[in-house]
């Protein structure tokens, strides 16, 4: 296990927005190099994380997106996790809410920073915040061939309900969706 003393789920600034693409950059490169190209990985990490379009999610009343924070014993911000030590994101959500569901499009944590039950928290930020907006369901979604992903969601209580497709650098890609009411 690591030294980590405190972690921190709080909504997404601007200020994260940095942080946030580069948990997405380490943790595609680290997850995905045997389900999409690596042109493709570069492609989606920045198109989906291009810092104004991050900005501007964070900013709308429909998204969400959740971040965590570790800190050592010392107080200073989790090296291991961060790469550089000013910035201790270490993971992510990214949702949307819509009506009486909340949908996480993406949880992720750093690869550096695994292990430590980080992920299974964003996702309870996550629902617990779907629930204070008035949702009575979760969905996620996963590409189905990342299988450490599907365990996730399988293991947090989520139940597999349907595959759809998704683009992803210009392919189609089957895409597993989860469900689970809160």
């Known amino acids: 296990m690591s030294h980590v003393a405190s972690v921190t789920y709080r909504e997404a600034t601007s200020d994260d927005v940095d942080a946030i693409h580069d948990v997405a950059r380490a943790t595609w490169e680290h997850d995905y190099p045997n389900v999409v190209n690596r042109e ?5 990490v920045e198109e989906w994380y291009d810092p104004d379009r991050l900005r501007a999610d964070i900013q709308r009343g429909d998204a969400l997106v959740v971040v965590v924070e570790r800190r050592d014993r010392e107080g200073d911000a ?11 994101v270490t993971g992510f959500v990214h949702a949307v809410v819509d009506g009486d569901r909340g949908t996480l499009l993406r949880a992720y944590v750093h690869p550096d920073a695994r292990g430590d039950g980080l992920g299974r928290g964003l996702v309870d930020a996550a629902l617990d915040a779907f629930r204070d907006r008035g949702c009575d369901r979760a969905e996620a979604m996963v590409l189905a061939r990342n299988d450490p992903g599907n365990a996730f969601y399988r293991k947090l209580g989520f139940e597999h309900v349907a595959t759809d497709s998704t683009i992803v ?14």
């Open 169 to 182: 650098g210009g392919d189609g890609y089957d895409e597993h969706v989860y469900l689970k009411y809160l």
């Open 78 to 88: 989790a090296d291991d996790a961060g790469g550089n030590g000013e910035c201790d």
């Open 40 to 44: 493709a990985v570069t492609e989606t």
